[in-house]
């Protein structure tokens, strides 16, 4: 099965900087998935894509996603400290709920 | 609407000892999907149902199972636990198949000694 794989793994910003992080994939996606979790607790979902769509918003998100680099990124603008916490993203490959999960960007925003 | 619910929270067991984990959905909420996440494997899929079948299984020994019932909760079993099945359960609900968003619980933390 598909492993996302996001790069870098560790980032640490300055409160108010831009945040960016990126992610690959090995085959064909249905639709892929950010998430965020904060020291251990569940993940909160933060925004799906879908393989036809190339860009997405959401607050002070936003997602891109090229099917032909098989790659996505997720941009936070204006970051805050409540923004520090790890960021995984994950692929369903056929729409059926089995999300690949990478391994997670760790996250540190600093006042 | 209330979100994903999992207990117990917590769970500390003893090797051999076999352990259940439940999970109730969103209201509404069809699919179900258990992970588990380890320093170790990261995130790595369970198994998924839905309308009360497993649809989807991920590669974990035959010890690890579950089911869903009618009100789409789910609940997930491990037996003879290991060492290494000490982890962060996390279970998530689906409006259904295709391209939907997974809601996560906040996880059941089950530790094996």
């Known amino acids: 099965s598909q492993q996302g794989e996001e790069d870098p793994q560790a980032l640490s910003i300055q409160e108010g900087e831009n945040a960016t992080m990126n992610c690959s994939y090995k085959?064909?996606?249905?639709?892929l998935q950010w998430y965020r979790q904060n020291s251990g607790r569940g993940l909160v979902h933060l925004i799906l894509?879908?393989?036809?769509?190339r860009e997405k918003h959401s607050g002070r998100l936003r997602v891109t996603l090229d099917t032909s680099k098989k790659s996505s990124s997720l941009l936070i603008t204006a970051s805050r400290a409540a923004d520090t916490a790890s960021y995984f993203c994950a692929t369903d490959a056929n729409g059926n709920n089995r999300l690949a999960f990478g391994k997670g960007n760790q996250v540190v925003v600093i006042p | 609407k209330a979100g994903v619910t999992q207990t117990p929270r917590y769970l500390i067991k003893t090797r051999g000892q076999q352990v259940t984990l439940s999970c109730s959905p969103i209201s509404g909420h069809r699919s179900v999907s258990w992970y588990q996440q380890t320093p170790g494997q990261g995130l790595q899929f369970l198994f998924e149902y839905f309308s009360e079948t497993q649809r989807n299984k991920g590669n974990f020994p035959g010890r690890f199972s579950g089911r869903q019932f009618s009100n789409s909760r789910s609940e997930m079993n491990v037996s003879t636990l290991e060492l290494g099945d000490s982890a962060l359960y996390l279970c998530?609900?689906?409006?259904?198949?295709?391209?939907?968003?997974?809601?996560f619980g906040p996880g059941t933390r089950l530790t094996v000694t």
């Open positions: 894509i879908r393989s036809n769509e």
């Open positions: 998530a609900s689906s409006l259904d198949v295709g391209s939907y968003e997974q809601y």
């Open positions: 085959t064909s996606i249905n639709n």
